[in-house]
């Protein structure tokens, strides 16, 4: 497979301040209402915006004010018909190879006979539906049916147990639950509609569940409730488009933050389309014959926003896998982009780490010439896994897009930007700003950072992808994102500039984990594990792992009365059981108790501290000196005991 020939400026020299990327950004910031009126005009309107940006409810923005539109309309009505009729829109492929071809002609009648069911179903405008289903067709299929019909739904990430899913579906009061008889995770079966079913007996508002059939396997339908998917979709339909404010929610989409339980990240629907579909085009510079993979799964935000919304706004053929990177066999990923042609790759710095770690001969055995661009998200990505990326995966031919963002961002923030020509990329680093993008780091004295000082990261003023709201949460909306004095957007990650202008991230400032990309609070985990009923108190924290990032450590006091000898798995279990694989700690340690503040907070960062043998800092206000030799006697007891393991291995 040939490949068009790709201008690499990789090393060479650069002044950011000059060239197209230059011109383009100034543009944003000096005359953003202009800039921004050209890049609405990416998507379709039923009727154009009165005002581009309306300030006068901050921190509420509201981008193309009284806009109509609809983004199922802009991702398929206007390529079902036209020359990309036949273009097929997702190739979905599974770990055993089965293959599913979807043109855009297709997707559209999947979407307009699915939004029919879902009206004959009651469903109507500003409702909400959960979406709980595999990497599959139908995903993207629902998710596009309830933009069609002005529903707004909640993805729930499939790997989420039933107390996770009833906390969503309570949060939001979804009316619908759309799930699958299953799936599959290397080749393992999970039940994913019975975990439904438990979901279920914990909320109050779901009237309905609808039943993709992919496994097969058997499921109790309940009467009266539960519906087949292929029952629903059996008459051809086309139904009318709902004329969407701009500023209609189109989502919610629950991700963890500082506190309790996951705070849902509302996304509205005229601003979001024109900064994700404006965004891929800058970043990656995507041509009609491409066939992009962006690897992450749609639960969370990269998929909504880079495998759904913005790729078939712009008509590209997407890759749509269900399954592991590297299963059946290590060389999965290769084997997928060699059979597909693959020319833009889209994925975790965790995936690559953990690709790179099965050696060099799984990508060398494959043909991997198709590839034009490699592209990262979700943390930072390390120097050696960059260069592994760079010259290993992409020949030294193909560039690397960092891309850095979050939920709330909607889509890429910082990010190099072949699409508006610009050049050098320094591994490691996220390097600049898209346009209207105004970043600005402050110290700890609450000034602006000098030139490689370490400090917080903030965006001065708003941006078309930016979310409206939380769900319910006006208050932590508020303080948690614009609380600070200037009233600036707050990320919660540190970062560095350097004397180049190129922005370095370097992790979350708050209690928000990364543990293989995936965005786990601290709290979050503890509620988890307080769920197993066996548990007083629990306190966790992250620490360093070369290939996850991150991994979850948990030190526990276990209710009196439990028995010690059978609880460390019993706990995993009862984790798996009630909120999913994501949330169980990679290590729980029993311990007698916690360090805690007077006032009972416990305190993550003396256990932190003292689990990597440093100095705890200030302890005064620790309740007795007693608990921190407890905690230090646990991790000796661990020391031993991973000891005995890996002798037992060798
Ligand atoms: C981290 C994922 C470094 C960061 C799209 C952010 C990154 C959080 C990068 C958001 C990157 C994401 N380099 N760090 N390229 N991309 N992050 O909401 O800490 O799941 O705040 O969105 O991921 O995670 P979220």
Known sequence: MKKESNPLPFDSFMNPGVGRYAKTYKESLETPDKFFEEAGFLLDWYSKWDKVLDKSKEPYYRWYVNGKLNLS????????????????????????????????????????????????????????????????????????????????????????????????????????IITADGGYRRGKFIPLKE????????????????????????????????????????????????????????????????????????????????????????????????????????????????????????????????????????????????????????????????????GDEYPRSHDLSSLRVLGTVGEPINPAAWQWYYERIGSSQCPIVDTYWQTETGGFVVSPALGIGYGPLKPGSATLPLPG??????????????????????LKRPWPGLMLELNNADEKYRTMYFGNAKKYYFTGDYAIKDKDGFYWLLGRADEVLKISGHRIGTIEVEDALLSTGVIAEAGVFGKPHQIKGESIVSFVVLKSGVNLDSSVEAIKNKVRDNFGPLLIPDEIHIVGSLPKTRSGKIMRRI???????????????????????????????????????DLAHS
Not at 126 to 138: F, Q, S, T, V, W
Not at 617 to 629: M, N, P, W
């Open 73 to 176: 309309y802009n991702a398929l009505d206007r390529h079902s018909s036209g020359s990309r009729r036949n273009k097929a829109a997702f190739i979905w492929v599974n770990e055993k190879g089965d293959e599913k071809i979807v043109t855009y002609n297709g997707l559209y009648n999947r979407v307009n006979s699915f939004s029919r069911a879902l009206l004959d179903m009651g469903i109507r405008k500003g409702d909400r539906i959960a979406i709980y289903l595999p990497m599959i067709i139908e995903e993207p299929v629902a998710m596009l049916a309830a933009a069609r019909i002005g529903a707004v739904f909640t993805v729930i990430f499939s790997g989420f147990g039933a107390e996770a899913i009833a906390e969503r579906v309570n949060d939001c009061g979804a009316k619908m």
């Open 195 to 358: 975990t439904v079913d438990r979901a279920i007996e914990l909320t109050t508002t779901v009237e309905t569940v609808i039943v993709v059939k992919h496994t097969n396997h058997e499921t109790n339908m309940v009467e009266g409730r539960d519906y087949w998917y292929h029952d629903l979709l059996e008459v051809k339909n086309y139904v009318e488009p709902e004329r969407m404010d701009s500023n209609d929610p189109l989502f919610i989409l629950y991700t963890s933050g500082t506190t309790g339980k996951p705070k849902g990240v509302v996304h509205g629907t005229g601003g979001y389309g024109v900064w994700v579909t404006n965004t891929l085009k800058w970043a990656f510079d995507p041509k009609e014959n491409d066939r992009w993979w962006c690897a992450a799964d749609i639960g969370w935000i990269t998929g909504h926003s880079y495998i759904v919304f913005a790729p078939l706004i712009l008509g590209l053929t997407s890759i749509l896998y269900e399954g592991s990177f590297d299963y059946p066999s290590p060389d999965q990923m290769w084997k997928i982009i060699s059979y597909y042609e693959v020319d833009i790759l889209y994925t975790s710095p965790t995936a690559i780490r953990a690709l790179m770690k099965y």
């Open 437 to 458: 993008i105004d970043p600005v780091i402050m110290n700890s004295d609450g000034k602006e950072a000098k030139a490689g000082e370490k400090g917080l990261l903030y």
């Open 607 to 645: 256990m932190k501290a003292v689990y990597q043998n440093q100095v705890p800092g200030d302890i005064s206000t620790l309740e007795s000196g007693a608990s921190l030799e407890e905690i230090k006697e646990s991790i000796e007891k661990f020391r031993k005991e991973l000891k005995t393991v």
